[in-house]
């Protein structure tokens, strides 16, 4: 037991420094006063916002942080080097990096929550979008949340550990369907390979998760439900980081106005979500 632990801290002692050092990163003030610098982002994989294809990254996010940076040497003459140190498979995972190391950046469609506020800084948001309630194709279609309990009557909810999903489907399991079954997921991935195979299971995303499923032509429908209000999307920070300031000038509504930044979408999401993703 005793050389047990001994090997065991060893290897962590070893580990470690690899480990920190794949999340290392400069904060905006040496960035600015030295005129160059190095932004680290960890990301979470999400069709259409952030992804390696091929060997290189696409998406919405990827394309906004390319303008970020375009807008950091025009307003502040500093050269700053986006480096895509990671990707985190679990999404709980994901949240906790980026809580906890300074002078990254995560990166996904991480919403903008007053209680993970309390424990991270996040950007403006980059996009606002619907949560959208999904099914095995094969499964009866709901037409209203009170008819919950009857027309998915045996059905398990499925929902990501650590995001919003699990307050909503917490909420509606109480007000329609007490006695609702709710497992969890790592990650989106996992969720939308079980709706495929499995016509007893329904799961509540985001509408930006829906996004592969539909340029996979997965066997998976999206019911015409009104789960209330849409919800912002932010990049994610540590509380120790500076970056936040930076990202606050150039993440404008302007911006969001723009042509470029409408040219973005539809060239990451397709034209036909111009009007469901904001």
Known sequence: MKYSSLLLLLLC???????SQKY???SWSKVKSKGSGTLTIVYYDQAGLIQNVNGKMKGVCVDILSDFAEYVKTKHGANLTLNYAGQEQEFSSFLKIAQTTPNILGVTN???TEERKKIMKFSPPYMTTQLVLLTNQQ???????????????????EV?????????????????YPTLNVVYATSS????????????????????EYVGVVRKKLPVKR???DLGNAEELGFIMAKQTDWDEVWNEFLTTDYRKSVRYKKIIADNLGSTFLNLVR
Do not use: R, W
């Open 139 to 157: 499964a009866p279609t709901l037409a209203k949340l009170e008819d919950l309990s009857k027309t998915f009557n045996g059905f398990t909810a």
């Open 160 to 176: 990501i550990t650590g995001s919003t999903h699990v307050k909503y489907v917490d909420k509606i399991k109480k007000q329609y």
């Open 13 to 19: 002692s070893v580990f470690s420094p690899l480990y």
């Open 223 to 225: 019911h015409d439900i």
């Open 24 to 26: 290392t990163g400069d």
């Open 110 to 112: 991480t919403s903008i």
């Open 189 to 208: 991935e996992s969720v939308i390979k079980h709706l495929t195979s499995n016509a007893k299971v329904f799961s509540i995303l985001d509408f930006t």
